[in-house]
C-alpha cells in the first residue's frame, strides 16, 4: 500500500486545483471554439472541393490513363504506340465502352482519393503552420511541398486498392476472348470479390508501398508546382497580395503540376502497374529485374507520353473545379 506523509494530508485540497488566473477566460474559450470550427469547415470544405476536382480529373483523363496502362503491362511489340493503343482499343470495344474501360473504379474511387488528398493537404497545411512560421499568412513553397507530400499519406489507403482494380479491368481488354468467352471480371466489385477470395486484404492492397513512394514525392511537386505558377500568374492587389482569381492562371498552373508530378515518379508507377496486374506474388525486385532486363533503362518510361498528355487537361479540369468548388461555398456558406 503507498505510503503518504502526514505533509501530503495537511494539504488543502484547493492548493492543487488551478487558481482563478490560470483559467482560460471567456474571450479566449470562445476564440478557442471558433477556431476549431474554423479548421473543421476548411477541412470539409476541402474535402468536397477536392471530390469535386477528382471527378472533372476521371471525366477529362481517363482515355489517357487507359493507354498508359496498357503500354505499360502488354508485352513488348504488342502496340507500337500509344496511337496503335488507341486505333485497336476503339476497333475491337468500340469508342466509349473502349476508352472508358475501367472508369467505373475510379469514378467511385476518384471523388474520396482526390477528397482525401486535398483535405490532407489542407491537415498538412495546418501541421506546417504548427511547426514551423508562417511569414505574412503566406506558406513557402518548400512548406507547400511538405503539406503536399503529406497528403500523400492518407489517400494511399484509397488509391492502392482502387488503381489494383483499375489496372486489372483495363488490361483485360487487352486480351482477345474466344467466340462465348467471357472477361475473367465482371465489373469492379467482381474483382475485389475475386482478389479476396485468392489472397485476401493483402491480394487487394497489393502495390500499397509502391503507390506512396509514387504519390509522396509526387504530391510534393504537384502542389508546389501549382501554388508557384499560380502565384507568378495571379495579379497582386494594391496591398500587395494576391488578388482576384484568374482562372486561365488556375488551368495553366493545374497543368504544369500535373507534368511535374509524373516526370520524377514515372519509373515507379510503372513498377507500381507490373505489380498490381501481375499473376500469382510478384515482388519490386523481381519487377525492376525483369524491366531492366526487357529493355533497361527505356523500359521504365512506357506510356509517358499519354501520361504527360493525360496529365495537361486532366489536372487542369482538377484545379478548376476545386478552385470554382472552393468560389461556391464561399458565396452559398460564407
Known amino acids: 500500500m503507498p505510503s503518504s506523509n502526514s505533509s501530503d494530508r495537511n494539504t488543502p485540497l484547493t492548493s492543487t486545483l488551478p487558481s482563478k488566473e490560470n483559467l482560460p477566460s471567456q474571450n479566449e474559450v470562445k476564440e478557442e471554439v471558433v477556431a476549431a470550427t474554423k479548421s473543421t469547415l ?3 470544405r476541402s474535402l468536397a472541393a477536392g471530390g469535386v476536382g477528382g471527378i472533372c480529373a476521371v471525366v477529362v483523363g481517363h482515355p489517357f490513363d487507359l493507354v498508359k496502362v496498357r503500354l505499360q503491362t502488354a508485352e513488348k511489340g504488342v502496340y507500337s504506340g500509344a496511337f496503335d493503343v488507341v486505333r485497336r482499343t476503339v476497333a475491337r470495344e468500340g469508342l466509349f465502352r473502349g476508352l472508358y474501360a475501367g472508369v467505373s473504379a475510379p469514378l467511385v474511387g476518384v471523388t474520396p482519393m482526390f477528397a482525401v488528398s486535398f483535405w490532407g493537404y489542407d491537415v498538412g497545411k495546418g501541421l506546417v503552420r504548427r511547426f514551423s512560421t508562417v511569414e505574412n499568412d503566406q506558406f513557402s513553397i518548400a512548406q507547400i511541398s511538405s503539406a503536399g507530400f503529406f497528403s500523400a499519406i492518407p489517400m494511399t489507403l484509397i488509391t492502392a486498392p482502387f488503381e489494383r482494380v483499375k ?19 465482371a ?3 467482381d474483382v475485389v470479390r475475386q482478389l479476396y477470395k485468392e489472397g485476401g486484404v493483402r491480394s487487394v492492397f497489393r502495390g500499397s508501398a509502391a503507390t506512396l513512394a509514387r504519390d509522396g514525392p509526387g504530391s510534393a511537386a504537384y502542389f508546389a508546382t501549382y501554388e508557384y505558377i499560380k502565384r507568378k500568374m495571379t495579379p497582386l492587389d494594391e496591398n500587395g497580395k494576391p488578388g482576384k482569381l484568374s482562372l486561365t492562371a488556375v488551368m495553366t498552373a493545374g497543368g504544369a503540376a500535373g507534368v511535374a508530378m509524373w516526370i520524377p515518379v514515372f519509373p515507379v508507377d510503372t513498377v507500381k502497374s507490373r ?10 525486385g523481381g519487377v525492376v529485374g525483369e524491366l531492366w532486363r526487357r529493355g533497361g533503362f527505356k523500359a521504365f518510361f512506357p506510356g509517358i507520353g499519354p501520361a504527360l498528355t493525360r496529365a495537361v487537361p486532366a489536372n487542369a479540369a482538377t484545379f478548376l473545379g476545386v478552385e470554382l468548388a472552393h468560389v461556391a461555398m464561399n458565396k452559398i456558406f460564407g
Open 275 to 284: 505489380l498490381q496486374s501481375a499473376e500469382g506474388r510478384p515482388t519490386v
Open 187 to 189: 465489373g469492379g466489385v
Open 42 to 44: 476548411s477541412g470539409l
Open 167 to 185: 489496372v486489372l479491368l483495363q488490361i483485360q481488354g487487352q486480351k482477345q476472348l474466344a467466340p462465348g468467352e467471357k472477361p475473367k471480371y
